[in-house]
């Protein structure tokens, strides 16, 4: 099994940046089935959405909302893979959770809060 733990979460300003961070860890073999990482977010009272995805080849699909603020990335050698969000507004306030597909599961992160608000 692999298990994915997340960090970099917290509170910030309007027009502020901030750094997750999702890391796997477990099985060798599931890890490296792995093909693509992504990240999700939940607001309160919203249904959960995808916000970027990151192929092992490195290419990435973002929700509109996000184009041009927001940064994925990943390291293979170290199943991490990153959100570097920028210019961050009040409604990007939700839990954000890693995710990670393999051919054969789906896996989750327990979910980091972000919270913009001045």
């Known amino acids: 099994q692999v298990q994915l733990v997340e960090s970099g979460g917290g509170l910030v300003q309007p027009g502020g940046s901030l750094r997750l961070s999702c890391a796997a860890s477990?099985?060798?073999?599931?890890?490296?089935?792995?093909?693509?990482m992504g990240w999700y977010r939940q607001a309160p009272g919203k249904q959960r959405e995808l916000v970027a995805v990151i192929s092992r080849g490195g290419s990435a699909t973002y929700a509109d909302s996000v184009k041009g603020r927001f940064t994925i990335s990943r390291d293979n050698a170290k199943n991490t893979v990153f959100l570097q969000m920028s210019s961050l507004k009040p409604e990007d306030t939700a839990v954000y959770s890693c995710n990670a597909e393999s051919p054969w599961n789906n896996y989750w992160g327990q979910g980091t809060q972000v919270t913009v608000s001045s």
């Open positions: 477990g099985n060798i073999f599931s890890i490296n089935a792995i093909n693509a």
